[in-house]
């Protein structure tokens, strides 16, 4: 599968289930972790794992090799790795005090009305 086809499968399940504040950041060419960062944030501990959970069932459902899964559990900042494409899911309250968006500053934001949702 494409990696632009991940992408919108994942913004898609995201915003399934109503992730704020959804950011693409374009990774390549800024870090060898990933070509792409998607980050968000729910707004509880049990709204940030279904938001993971959900991106995790649609991984599956599309046979997407999900690497890795971390900070379930605890629900403050889930890490879900897709090969290229790495998801930070964030409670609210974590999310400004790590802001990936700012630590990142020099990948390219990628607009997500069109080609993405």
Known sequence: ME?????????????DKKAEDIVVLN???????????IICHGNSDKQVQAI??????VAQENGIDLKRLEGFDQ??????????IVVH???RDERSYYNLEKLWGDAQVMELEGELL
């Open 3 to 15: 990696v632009n086809e991940v992408l919108k499968l994942a913004v898609n399940a995201l915003d």
């Open 27 to 37: 990774m390549k060419g800024v870090s060898l972790i990933a070509d792409y960062f």
């Open 52 to 57: 993971a959970h959900e991106l995790k069932k």
């Open 75 to 84: 629900a403050r900042w889930v890490l879900v790795d897709l090969n290229d």
């Open 89 to 91: 899911v964030f409670h």
